[in-house]
Nanobody, 123 residues
Framework: VQLQASGGGLVQAGGSLRLSCAAS????????TGWFRQPPGKEPEFVAG????????HYADSVKGRFTISRDNAKNTVYLQMNSLKPEDTAVYHC?????????????????WGQGTLVTVSS
């Protein structure tokens, strides 16, 4: 199982970006996917999760109303639409998948991790 994250970049505060996480190696019909981020010098933190089979979602309070996680089953891809970006959203963003179906905010249940994509929000 491989996860490939993309879509990061430099954006001004108030702008938008869409991150993609493409999964390969097997069908993710029973997996869930989460996005985590790691700001410079800080611990990783949960951003959003989606249960692959049902589409149910879960968000960190800091991004509710601004970020939207979604998935395209046919493309085995999960997206993170980020609007109204703030400088404090600056971080390396990672996608992760859980074979158990877990889509919450703990790191340990996620079995597979992709490389990060850097998001920088300037003020």
């Amino acid at each position: 199982v491989q996860l490939q994250a993309s879509g990061g970049g430099l954006v001004q505060a108030g702008g938008s970006l869409r991150l993609s996480c493409a999964a390969s190696g097997r069908t993710f019909s029973s997996y869930s996917t989460g996005w985590f981020r790691q700001p410079p010098g800080k611990e990783p933190e949960f951003v959003a999760g989606i249960k692959w089979s049902s589409g149910r979602t879960h968000y960190a309070d800091s991004v509710k109303g601004r970020f939207t996680i979604s998935r395209d089953n046919a493309k085995n891809t999960v997206y993170l639409q980020m609007n109204s970006l703030k400088p404090e959203d600056t971080a390396v963003y990672h996608c992760a998948a859980a074979s158990s179906g877990y889509y919450g905010n703990s790191v340990s249940p996620y079995d597979f991790w992709g490389q990060g994509t850097l998001v920088t929000v300037s003020s």
